[in-house]
């Protein structure tokens, strides 16, 4: 695995040298509710990027992360930090244009925090139109965004429920703190048509609206299975992905 953080810099040269991708990770550093810890985010991201690194061998480098992400609307909470989207979106433009200094010119951003998704997506289009640099994305929910609802027991879910926590089971035991997992906190009232995972309505609610917990979803449903089966599914798009986009000429 070509890990850039345990090279020193001829070793480095060498990696970026016949690397035709750079994988960057990254999540937040917010809370989880009362069971998982706040590095959630980036801890998973940073796993699955590791497991990519891998199998891509000699095609891909594997960036040193970035633990914080969007996380404002986790404030409420103790232990959140965040970051603004102009600051995301200055350091990812900022890490692809040192990658393209060194020669590589593609970035798959595996990524661990839905918050940053927007950000991404348009300090990606930002560095393709002004840098020609590629940038693409992925995240475990979206990729198994078909598997997940039909698994999931709670109406409401997507962060720190039975799916994130079955995935942080699965890629990052020491997340979860086992002996913590309890009955959920009840649901707040919302306005319809805005109830998470998939709201019809896009309306940005802090999660001490949606949850006295800060959890959505009932954690006590967790399991490996669960984890292996979103993992497993995810992870096979992923690398599949990520093998066409390294060896292509042009996208």
Known sequence: MNDLATM??????????????????I???EQHGRHLTLETDYAIARAFARRLAADLDGDAVLCPGLPYGLSEHHL???GTMTLRPETLMA???DVAESLAAAGVRKVLVVNGHGGNVDAVRLAART???DHGVIMAHVMWA???ADVIPERMGSERYGHACEGETSVAMVLAPHLVRAERLAEPAAALPILPHTVPHAPRVDLHYPYHQLSASGALGDARLASAELGHTIVDTAYARALEFARAFAAAEEV
Not at 8 to 21: G, I, K, Y
């Open 8 to 25: 020193v810099a001829e070793e480095a040269a060498r990696a970026l040298e016949t690397a035709r991708l750079a994988l960057l990770p």
């Open 27 to 29: 999540g937040a550093t």
């Open 76 to 78: 409420g909470f103790p």
């Open 91 to 93: 350091i990812l433009r």
């Open 127 to 129: 560095l393709r139109r």
């Open 142 to 144: 979206g990729l198994a």
